[in-house]
């Protein structure tokens, strides 16, 4: 399996909009359309259309900034269709190598809490929580 990171086009923008998750993972991201248009309007926003073997099947968000935040990952999903195949886990790497090709050390990321919440597999990757909440969520960071 090929996990690839692409920038958003003018073809592809309205397909990464379509991408679903799952029944009852609804309320574990925002839509791709809401962080498509948060990054319009934050600078610091690095955004991908995720495609695996040629499939676009995920989007990807990063507050990429040494300041405020710091380089935290803001968003991830993979369609419905798409996961259980190690593609998530694929996209944290890549992100991580591109926060780590800038000389950064940590790369952080908040999480839903709850039954079927992203913790468990956020944790299976090296993150831990920090202490710190983001808005009303625990934040994890993965050492670089």
Same mark, same amino acid.
């Given at each position: 399996?090929?996990?690839?990171? %692409?920038?958003?086009?003018? @073809?592809?923008?309205?397909? !990464? ?39 676009? !099947?995920?989007? !990807? ?6 300041? @405020? ?35 950064? =050390? %940590? ?21 831990? =929580? ?15």
């Amino acid at each position: 399996m090929t996990v690839e990171l %692409e920038p958003l086009t003018p @073809e592809n923008v309205r397909a !990464v909009c379509d991408l679903r998750v799952g029944p009852g993972q609804e309320h574990l991201v925002a839509p791709n359309a809401v962080s498509i248009a948060e990054a319009y309007v934050y600078p610091q926003a690095w955004c991908r259309a995720v495609r695996s073997d040629g499939r676009l !099947v995920g989007f !990807v968000m990063l507050w990429d900034s040494p300041e @405020e935040l710091g380089h935290m990952l803001w968003r991830l999903m993979v369609d419905a269709s798409a996961q259980g195949r190690g593609i998530g886990r694929e996209v944290v790497g890549q992100v991580a190598a591109h926060v780590r090709a800038q000389g950064v =050390r %940590e790369l952080r990321v908040s999480v839903v809490e709850g039954e079927g919440g992203p913790e468990p597999f956020y944790r299976s990757l090296g993150f831990a =929580r920090t202490g710190e909440m983001a808005d009303d969520e625990p934040v994890l960071a993965l050492g670089l």
